[in-house]
């Protein structure tokens, strides 16, 4: 059953009305012809309509993007309602799911949602949260992708597109933006014809804010991040039948980097009472553990920082071979350094551990694509895409413990001498370095069997290959004993060939409803567990395999009312064998093969153009994820080995986390008709909502998060053609306090937070986004 935070004063009918929602009478403004906006995609690599790709497929452009609240990529669920952006204390440690499984973070892991920029794919999937600017538009492809897309694709894959030279005409377009926690923002766009054939585009934002989290323990604000980006695209059409445009951009981001512990969902009086009690007999308060986020934090934060940098350049070589055949040749390479002292990270008043991390990726991805027209063969019947893919990446991680001067006291207090007499920073580090090459062919062909119906086949091959050494080093063996045990794996190897298959059926039931069933194969590269444990693991243990999907998809997609309406609706059976999961032992966070999962439902979206100028979309997934087989799965938080609370648990049939049964949204827009000198109105609001979940792989009632809902509100103005335009926004206007994700209780066993009959523990919550508002005003030229 599906528990939302709806209310009255959230209510999209209630904000339209209180904003001026246009009387009946205003219908005859508005134009007979007036249709829904065609959206192209090209998730099958030609130019298509959405409403022709036999795909489960979310797609907006740049505007429409902004205008419903979404500038960065972490926001894009709002508008895709299959897919789940969150993030953890580490500011690298992004995790993408689509239908309830994805990544699990910043490690040598690959994803299972793939990220595309402009073609080329990205191997560490948070850079593109670094590099959204001059936005042209987003696909959100849901389900396996491995086909046209690759390995990484499992679950889905997110492409973006920036806005390209244009030899048509000189523009400049200037953005200033101010708004809550002290943010500031001023993007600069400008686009510079060289001739008939060279066009240049330039793009550039700046962006502060001061942070949301105000700390009692030492009177600051934390969350404060500095962010530049900048990129540089030329476009020179050297014939009329091949274009080369070559782009280079660089982003940078300081800050530092906290996003902290708020509060704990679901602690009882018991584990607050055992955490006060534990923290008063050294003289402390205890942290924040209120069951509602708080924005007021009680914690030692430990001189946090965080310093990303990224930089990339791409050729993107587009020839027409033939008059019925593209070639197209995409290559990048891709620089991204993030380096990061995490606050301390066991979130009490105590001086007890922070943690450094490096992340480094140097990555290069070439991509040929063969791609003819639209029924270039057998008198229309047949089109033909064919490519060849290589990938390769060098990737660096590492992490340093660092002890806090209560590190030593507290916990070695029988050794405190011997301990605090060892090395307090990098008391304890991890070195892992990782080279990975991928190798891939593809084809699709489309055959029209029917004037009416046609059958899609597709296949790749793929080969990848990795290897990596892992150094432990543990100067100070006492402190971090907890933590880190020596460990050296100068050779690890894995390798794996595997193929991916596509077959649709699509049959146009009239020009405006396409019914279509799909079944698809992908899989993600398994690899190597690059974590630090407090327990050496053998080369077995740190290998893992890699994960398959099998999906099946049934859907309807259709247009009526003449244009003004869209329909789409997909229903979907997901199963991944050998699931990759991530769990934790007491102190780290280890990779596995968890067994097989099955994930289902249904994604619906929708628009309709009505009258007077009104505008509604929606979006909804329905979802029921859970585990077929998942026997050797780590015991709850809080178990201690006893026979009824073990270390390992069958959790067979068991629903998976962060799979919520419902996400979508619902938004309502009018715009008036024109007056003055072509000036127009747009108001917006859209309610977001998503239903309860868990927050833990463990099946652990703890970590269930309440479902919540939140209201963005928009009213712009704008001169004719966008010469100007003004906005004022707010996005969560009504405040609406939620988690979004949870850590155990690190070292719940010593704050006494631990049951060990029931293996319940303390879960420490991250917030949602806080109310925002603000103002934007945009200029063009």
């Not at 999962?597 to 929708?606: A, E, I, M, N, T």
């Not at 006893?642 to 827009?669: E, K, N, R």
């Not at 004719?720 to 939620?738: A, E, S, V």
């Not at 949870?742 to 070292?747: E, K, M, P, R, S």
Request: glycine fraction near 10%.
């Amino acid at each position: 059953m599906m528990k939302l935070a709806w209310n009255g004063s959230g209510s999209v009918v209630a904000i339209m009305m209180a904003l001026g929602w246009p009387a009946a009478t205003n219908a005859q403004a508005i134009e007979a012809d007036a249709q829904l906006e065609e959206i192209v995609v090209t998730a099958q690599k030609r130019a298509e309509s959405i409403q022709d790709v036999p795909l489960s497929i979310v797609a907006a452009s740049g505007k429409a993007l902004e205008m419903s609240g979404v500038r960065s990529a972490g926001q894009l669920a709002k508008l895709a309602p299959s897919l789940k952006i969150d993030q953890s204390a580490g500011a690298s440690d992004l995790r993408i799911r689509i239908r309830g499984f994805g990544s699990p973070g910043a490690t040598a892991t690959d994803p299972a949602v793939a990220a595309y920029m402009n073609g080329s794919y990205l191997a560490r999937p948070g850079i593109l949260f670094t590099s959204f600017l001059d936005i042209a538009s987003v696909e959100v492809l849901s389900g396996p992708q491995g086909t046209l897309f690759g390995r990484n694709a499992s679950m889905g894959a997110i492409s973006v597109t920036t806005n390209a030279p244009s030899t048509g005409a000189t523009t400049a377009e200037v953005k200033a933006e101010a708004g809550s926690y002290g943010t500031f923002s001023g993007t600069v766009i400008a686009n510079i014809p060289a001739g008939e054939n060279v066009a240049l585009r330039f793009a550039g934002n700046a962006t502060h804010t001061d942070g949301i989290f105000h700390n009692r323990q030492d009177g600051k604000t934390y969350g404060k991040n500095n962010a530049y980006i900048g990129r540089l695209s030329l476009k020179w059409e050297a014939a009329p039948n091949l274009s080369v445009t070559l782009t280079g951009d660089a982003a940078k981001s300081d800050g530092d980097g906290v996003y902290t512990f708020t509060g704990a969902p679901n602690a009882t009086p018991g584990q607050v009472a055992a955490f006060t009690s534990l923290l008063a007999a050294f003289g402390r308060t205890p942290p924040v553990l209120t069951t509602s986020p708080s924005r007021n934090v009680n914690q030692v934060m430990g001189n946090p920082f965080l310093r990303d940098r990224n930089w990339g350049a791409a050729a993107n070589i587009d020839w027409q071979v033939s008059p019925i055949v593209n070639a197209r040749l995409i290559s990048s390479y891709r620089d991204w350094d993030n380096k990061q002292r995490v606050m301390d990270s066991i979130g009490t008043t105590l001086r007890l551990l922070n943690v450094y991390l490096e992340n480094r990726s140097q990555s290069q991805s070439h991509e040929l694509q063969l791609v003819s027209d639209k029924g270039a063969f057998l008198d229309g019947k047949l089109s033909l895409t064919a490519g060849a893919y290589y990938g390769r990446e060098k990737y660096h991680y590492g992490v340093a413990f660092n002890l806090g001067a209560d590190w030593c006291p507290i916990l070695f207090s029988a050794v405190a001498a011997a301990c605090s007499a060892g090395p307090q920073e990098r008391a304890g580090f991890l070195d892992f370095d990782q080279t990975s090459r991928s190798l891939a062919f593809y084809t699709q062909a489309n055959y029209r069997i029917l004037p009416a119906l046609e059958l899609a086949l597709g296949a790749r091959y793929t080969w990848d290959r990795k290897s990596a050494s892992l150094l432990t080093t543990v100067p100070n063996a006492i402190g971090v004993a907890p933590l880190a045990r020596p460990e050296s794996h100068p050779n690890l190897r894995f390798k794996d060939d595997r193929p991916s298959f596509r077959a649709s059926l699509s049959w146009d039931v009239t020009d405006q409803v396409m019914v279509f069933g799909t079944f698809s194969t992908g899989y993600k590269s398994g690899g190597f567990n690059s974590g630090i444990t407090n327990a050496p693991l053998t080369p077995a243990l740190r290998t893992f395999a890699s994960e398959t999907v099998k999906d099946w998809q049934l859907g309807v997609k259709s247009k009526f009312l003449d244009g003004r309406a869209r329909f789409n609706a997909t229903l979907f059976r997901t199963t991944l064998d050998n699931f990759q999961d991530r769990s934790f032992n007491g102190t780290a966070f280890i990779i596995r093969n968890s067994g097989d999962v099955r994930s289902q439902g249904v994604d619906l979206d929708g628009e309709v153009v009505g009258p007077a100028g009104l505008h509604l979309s929606f979006g909804a997934t329905y979802l029921d994820a859970k585990y077929v087989d998942n026997s050797n799965a780590p015991g709850r938080e809080g178990c201690t080995g006893t026979p009824t609370c073990p270390l390992v648990q069958d959790l067979s049939g068991a629903p998976v986390p962060y799979a919520s049964d419902w996400q979508g949204y619902v938004g309502v827009g009018w715009t008036s008709p024109a007056f003055g000198d072509g000036h127009k109105v747009t108001v917006r609001a859209t309610q977001n909502f998503t239903s309860s979940f868990l927050s833990s792989n463990t099946n652990n009632p703890s970590s269930k998060l309440a479902g919540y809902s939140t209201t963005d509100v928009l009213l712009s103005v704008a001169a004719d053609q966008d010469r100007w335009r003004l906005d004022l926004f707010g996005t969560n206007i009504f405040d609406k306090r939620y988690f979004v994700s949870t850590t155990a209780q690190i070292l719940g066993a010593l704050f006494g937070v631990n049951d060990p009959a029931t293996g319940a523990t303390l879960y420490r919550g991250f917030t949602g986004d806080p109310a925002r508002y603000g103002v934007r005003i945009a200029l063009k030229y």
